[in-house]
Structures are given as structure tokens and as C-alpha cells.
């Protein structure tokens, strides 16, 4: 069973990172693993650009900081398998962060995507850059010894290291391998980079193969006897301490699963919206789940917020169709165009155009801007959370220069949605 949308990848013409992610769905599928069995961490860098296209609960976070957000899910729940994808650069950048879970034997599968310079922008030369090679940052030729990372890794104490390039045709077997390696095991795999690299230096495929062959470290090392870290830390620390739950003050006459996406631009506070939804439905007695997903640019373009609310635990994080899509501003329209015939019910701020089929439009006369889209979802989710659970989230968790504003946008957009 596939696992990524391997049609959908977007990487330049013969980059290497296609191979692999081919040979890690493949991979997947050998050591048998479904869509909630295993997360995906994705780091800053060429390949995290196509975690979008995998089947699997997926996080992106800062450059370098993979391994500890990893390592943090892996604490979390010992039961799923955990892997990271990371380029060399930022396995650099996060040096230390793949030193102390490979010394600590903790249970993720890191595969590195190692094409030798930082590809996304713009080639610079990173750790493991070969001596003498060409980078934009090293036109002369680099003068630093490069990093090797499967050594580094097996040095610092990790149960299962490889070497391989990008076009090896047992890569898909050793990757199942190392998911199910029970502790810390990173692959470190070499590829060609066309946008950069490979205009700067005279290496194809075939003459990266000889050069990974011919470098100590090529293959595989396992090594045995050393527990898997976060298996072994509850036996260690005893009983873990319960969380508290968060005091039930409100009832909400939900009784199913609710999807909601909001749908604005930089800038109008989305994310803030969606969060103090999410807070109120908790102190209304449900469980709920948040995702923010945004451009790469700052202060412009697109901001989408997704919330699940539902009166039993959450299983599947996806919303896929909403049951309510609130549009806030023309970049919210457009961006949640795929969504609209598809979504139960609409609201979409009353002076944007086209309307999708069937959107009601909803005028707040008096709102500002950075608070229009709380306005809107407030009134979207009137009928599953009160308004004394919105205005408890607002006066606990609201930003402090903003609570005034917040109140009255919650009034506001339940005042609209009884009118």
C-alpha cells in the first residue's frame, strides 16, 4: 500500500530525493506499516517540502530541531514508529540534537538526505561538503573536512548506521530495516543535487557510487544490547505522572465530530482564532485538535487553520471536508478553493467575491481586521461551544493587549449569527 503520492513529488529533474522518498514508500510498505502506525518529522530543506504528499501525521518544524521534536513524539508514544528526514544541512545546524538521541539509543529511524550542500537555497557548502569541492559559497574549491554522519552517529553510540546512495536497489529493504530497528538508527544517504551541486562538480551518479564505495563506512553496522530509550525511561522514573485534565466548567450540546477550517490571510491572527476555539471546546467538555498550515513567506499570503472538536478522543487528525469553512479574506478564498464543494456550510466575509455555491455571507460592521476571522468562527461554532467558554479562553489564554478587542468580536459574531 502506498504511503506518499509519489506522482505529486516536486523536486527538480533528476534530484536524488525522488529515488529516495520512492524507496522509503516502498520501505513502508515492507515492514508492513499503516497510516497511524508511524509519524513523519520533516526538517527545513528540499525534502521537507514534500511532506505534504505523504499519508502519514506529519510535522515540520524549525531547521536543524527534527531529531528533538522526534525524540519528543517518541516519549510520547513508544508505540509508533518515528522517522525524520533531514538533509545534511540541517543535520549540521542540529549537530548536537543527532549526537545526544544516537548516545541515548532513543527509537527513531533519522534518513538523511545527504546531497552535500544546503539545495533549497541556493547551494551553499554545509558538513559534509567534500574538501576541494565547489559550492556557492566555496567557489574555490572548500577548504573544511566534511562531517561523516553514519560515523559520527555509530561513534556517538547508535544501534543501527548504513551508508548507501540514492540509486541503490536494495535502499527500500534497508530503510524497512532501520523503521524497525528497535533504537536509534540513521541511514545517511548520498544523492545528486541537478539544481547546484552537480553544475558546480564534475560527480554523476555513477561516479558518486564509486566514491560511496570506496569511503570506510559503506553498508550497514548494527549494534546490539543497548536499550532503546524511551521503552526503558518509565522503568527508570517509575509510574509517569499523570497530566491534570483541564476542569469541565461548560457543556456542549455536540454529539459528533466537528471539522472546521478558517480560511484568512497574514496577519488577521488565524492561528490566534483557532486556538481559542480549540481552549473553549475543552473547557466545554470536548476534546479538540488544532493545525496551522501557512506560506514560507512572512506577513504575507495565505493563513489556514484547521479544528477538530469532538466529544471522544481524537483518533484521525485529518479534517478533510469541513463541516464548517469560515473565508476571511481573498487569500483565504482562493486557497480554500479545493475545498468548496465539499464543505458542509460557509461563511464567507460579506464583501468577498466570487461566493462559492451556497456561502452565506456575513457582515461585521465595526470589527477589526485582526480580529474578524475570531469574529467569524465564533459565529461558525455558536451551536458546539457557549459563549462563556469562548470568553473564559479569551480572558485566560487571549493575548493580553488583544482581550478587549476579542470580547467584543465573540459578541459580535454571535450577535450576527442570531440576526
Not at 529516495?20 to 509519524?39: E, K, Q, T
Not at 566555496?138 to 566534511?146: L, Q, S, Y
Not at 457543556?251 to 490566534?272: E, H, N
Not at 512572512?298 to 469553512?325: C, H, N, T, W, Y
Request: net charge neutral.
Amino acid at each position: 500500500m502506498s504511503l506518499i503520492r509519489l506522482e505529486d513529488l516536486p523536486f527538480c529533474p533528476g534530484c536524488s530525493h525522488e529515488a529516495i522518498f520512492r524507496a522509503l514508500d516502498a520501505g513502508l510498505d515492507i515492514a508492513g506499516l499503516g497510516s497511524r502506525d508511524a509519524v513523519v518529522v520533516s526538517d527545513i530543506g528540499c525534502q521537507g517540502i514534500a511532506d505534504s504528499r505523504i499519508d502519514l501525521s506529519t510535522f515540520h518544524g524549525l531547521h536543524g530541531r527534527s531529531i528533538t521534536y522526534a525524540t519528543g513524539i517518541k516519549l510520547a508514544r513508544p508505540d509508533l514508529r518515528v522517522i525524520v528526514l533531514i538533509g545534511d544541512g540541517g543535520c549540521g545546524i542540529g549537530g548536537a540534537h543527532l549526537i545526544n538521541a544516537a548516545r541515548r539509543n532513543v527509537g527513531i529511524c533519522v534518513l538523511v538526505f545527504n546531497n552535500f550542500n544546503f539545495g533549497m537555497t541556493g547551494g551553499q557548502h554545509s558538513v559534509t561538503t567534500p574538501t576541494g569541492a565547489r559550492t556557492a559559497t566555496t567557489p574555490g574549491g572548500n577548504i573544511e573536512r566534511p562531517f561523516d554522519l553514519r560515523l559520527l552517529a555509530e561513534a556517538a553510540g547508535a544501534g543501527f548506521t548504513a551508508r548507501m546512495i540514492a540509486s541503490d536497489p536494495d535502499l527500500p529493504e534497508v530503510i524497512a530495516r532501520a523503521i524497525a530497528h528497535d533504537g536509534f538508527a540513521m541511514l545517511d544517504v548520498w544523492g545528486i543535487c541537478t539544481a547546484h551541486y552537480m553544475k558546480r562538480n564534475d560527480l554523476r551518479m555513477a561516479g558518486l557510487a564509486d566514491l560511496a564505495r570506496a569511503t570506510p563506512g559503506y553498508g550497514i553496522t548494527l549494534r546490539d544490547g543497548v536499550p532503546e530509550y524511551a521503552s526503558s525511561l518509565p522503568r527508570r522514573r517509575g509510574d509517569a505522572p499523570r497530566l491534570e485534565a483541564v476542569p469541565t466548567k461548560y457543556r456542549s450540546p455536540l454529539d459528533s465530530r466537528l471539522g472546521v477550517v478558517l480560511a484568512g490571510s497574514a496577519g488577521m491572527k488565524v492561528g490566534t482564532a483557532a486556538s481559542l476555539v480549540a481552549r473553549a471546546g475543552v473547557l466545554s467538555g470536548l476534546y479538540a485538535a488544532q493545525k496551522s498550515v501557512i506560506p514560507v513567506t512572512v506577513m504575507k499570503g495565505f493563513s489556514l487553520a484547521e479544528i477538530i472538536l469532538a466529544p471522544e478522543p481524537i483518533e484521525d487528525l485529518q479534517v478533510g471536508a469541513p463541516d464548517r469553512l469560515v473565508i476571511s479574506s481573498a487569500d483565504g478564498l482562493e486557497k480554500s478553493r479545493p475545498l468548496h464543494g465539499a464543505a458542509g456550510r460557509i461563511t464567507i466575509e460579506h464583501s468577498l467575491e466570487p461566493r462559492p455555491p451556497g456561502a452565506v455571507p456575513l457582515r461585521l460592521d465595526g470589527v477589526r481586521r485582526t480580529e474578524l476571522t475570531f469574529a467569524m468562527a465564533a459565529s461558525a461554532v455558536a451551536d458546539a461551544v457557549p459563549q462563556e467558554a469562548l470568553v473564559e479562553a479569551i480572558e485566560t489564554w487571549g493575548p493580553l493587549e488583544s482581550r478587549p478587542r476579542l470580547l467584543a468580536a465573540a459578541e459580535r459574531g454571535r450577535a450576527s449569527r442570531a440576526s
